[in-house]
C-alpha cells in the first residue's frame, strides 16, 4: 500500500536512506552522504504533505516524494514541457527489499498522480553514476535532457529526466 508520511514515520523514513546510502557506498556510488537526504527535508516534504510511502504489513520498505516545486538547479534544464509538472526526489527502497518492484509500484503511482491530476508530466534527477537508476528510468520511458550538480553530493553530474505524457 502507498499512503502519505506523517512526522510518526520519520524515523523508519531516516532509517531506510541511511540504509540505501549505506548500500551505495558498498558498491562505490557516492550518491547519498551526510548532507542529503536530510531530516529537515524530510520534516518539509511531510509538512507540504508530498512525501509518500510504500508500506506492507505495516512495515515502511520505500518511500517517495512527488512535488510541484521546480529546484533552482533545474532553471538551465532545456525541459521537453513549459507547465504542470511533477517532480520526483528522494526515492529509496531499504536495501533488503530492493529488487521486489517496489520502486516501479512508486514510479506508477506516481505517474498515475500526475495523469489524474492534470500534469503534462514527471521529471527527475538522477546520479551520473548510478547506471542501475538510469536504466530504470529509461526502461520506463523517460528522457535524459541535461546535467546538474549539487556541490554538497558529488563532483559528478546529475541527469535529468523527463517523461511526458
Not at 34 to 40: A, D, F, S, T
Not at 102 to 127: C, H
Not at 128 to 143: H, V, W
Request: hydrophobic fraction near 35%; aromatic fraction near 14%; include cysteine.
Amino acid at each position: 500500500m502507498i499512503r502519505k508520511a506523517t512526522v510518526l514515520d520519520l524515523n523508519s523514513i531516516m532509517q531506510i536512506t541511511k540504509s540505501c546510502a549505506k548500500h551505495m557506498i558498498n558498491q562505490q556510488i557516492f550518491q547519498w552522504n551526510e548532507h542529503y537526504p536530510n531530516r529537515n527535508a524530510f520534516e518539509n516534504d511531510v509538512r507540504r504533505g508530498e512525501l509518500y510511502l510504500f508500506e506492507k504489513n505495516e512495515i515502511i520498505m520505500g518511500s517517495i516524494v512527488m512535488t510541484t516545486i521546480k529546484d533552482e538547479e533545474y532553471v538551465p534544464i532545456k525541459w521537453l514541457t513549459k507547465d504542470k509538472n511533477i517532480y520526483i526526489h528522494r526515492l529509496a527502497v531499504h536495501p533488503k527489499f530492493q529488487g521486489k518492484g517496489i520502486a516501479q509500484q512508486m514510479m506508477t503511482f506516481a505517474e498515475n498522480y500526475a495523469k489524474t491530476n492534470g500534469y503534462f508530466s514527471v521529471r527527475l534527477d538522477t546520479f551520473s553514476q548510478n547506471k542501475r537508476n538510469q536504466k530504470f528510468y529509461e526502461t520506463r520511458g523517460y528522457k535524459r535532457l541535461g546535467n546538474i550538480y549539487f556541490p554538497k553530493q558529488s563532483k559528478h553530474p546529475f541527469y535529468c529526466y523527463e517523461l511526458v505524457f
